[in-house]
């Protein structure tokens, strides 16, 4: 990431951009996608470390992009990410804008940019990345779904929080050389947890604790679990998702590691399952 | 492109979404940049004409995108774009951005699927296509110096209208299996004449001719070669730089052909070089 956003600046940039980039990356969030990722080329063998470090930068860098671009003016009109002003309140729209797409690119960048001996694998996780981050499964199509009257809710919540977990552990496998396919359903259901986790934290935390707005879910009237099925019954089904993530990991030498640490990312997003469920 | 655009469509996406991104690519305007790609691997040797396909495509994707993204609110606010309602203005702001950001990730996606005979070539097409797209050279530093309120005017012209011709000219040689870097100059040299011509269009043409707003300089106070020159001077400049365009062009099988093409190329852009000068 560092090395990335280092990258960028130049006296040829204009210096409000490349102060922008490093603002909308620095300090980072949880950095729970990377952190899958990683977890996941370790528990796969990880040959290739710096192929691994460079997939973690660039899915993070999607992430922190597609943030940038959801709390425009035109969709959340969020005045707070992470604890401190927007890039568009921080900076400005047009900022905000070209901040987003610089940081969709150096994604890109950042994986093209291998020794020949990992080519092949560069590809692929250019495909797997593009594949969950434009339209029709990626985070775009996601966004793009609460621009419709009529919304198919598994398709939204699958390419809007869905996608870029499914590219977290396809990736992680990938870059160590393994086969993408077995480890979808991994993805898919960590990100199930994870929508339903931001849904009790939506209506549960005060903004302080959550840094960004509270009820944002009710004021855009979005599709939530709490509202479906109540506290209790989103934790159940919580879960329950966790419980069929960890059943569903591939056979790896790290799978007992990898089965801990979803636990325990489990546990970090979503505060009341520390005094509720120790999944 | 067409390709590249049926892909996104299927049940599980959003129907606007997928209806804006055949609207911001289709019909196309000149296609100037795909056409000098293909015209430079035409005259390299075009060995892998799928491999030049697929970088033809990617650089007008990432065209298209950032035109949609220059028409919005917050930056040109223009109305028109090819002589139809801009995205924005057709669709809504929303759908806009998410539509620049799908484009710009379909790009890499069509360079990522190549056959293995070619992924070290179609890695160094997506190095080149992100260096000449985001910061520090590409043009979301082009478009990022219109926040500053000093600007670096070689910086800004080369990387907000040189950087996609410099991207055509390498991308064609590199695609035919050819070096980058001797490429360079003809890029560049095409993307200053290509920004006096369009400066002359933006004073001289009629908004039905120019299919999109005129005087948008002046309105925004951006500098204009014909403001600092005058007419005249700003088409005897435009000359000089075209002789120097074809001047550089590296020594290779189709050198005349290309030399052609350059011309014509330069009469399409500049509706009164066909009356004045024949290039």
Known sequence: MSRAIASTKSPDAPPKLTEALEYAVFPGGARIRPTI?????????DDAPEMTDRAAAALELIHCGSLVHDDLPCFDDADLRRGKASVHRAFSEPL????????????????SRQTPAHSERALELIRILSRQTGPPYGICAGQGWESEEKINLSSYHRSKTGALFVAATQMGAVAAGQDAEPWYELGARIGEAFQVADDLRDVMLDQDELGKPVGQDDLHARPNAVAEFGVSGAMQRLKDILGG?????PS????AQLARMVTLQAQKITPNIKKTSRV
């Open 96 to 111: 905000s804008v070209l901040t987003g797409d610089s940081l969709i690119v150096l994604a890109f960048d950042v994986l």
């Open 252 to 255: 790896c030498p790290g799978e």
């Open 37 to 45: 990722l990683t977890t996941v080329a370790l528990a796969c063998g």
């Open 245 to 249: 993530a960890i059943a569903s990991i």
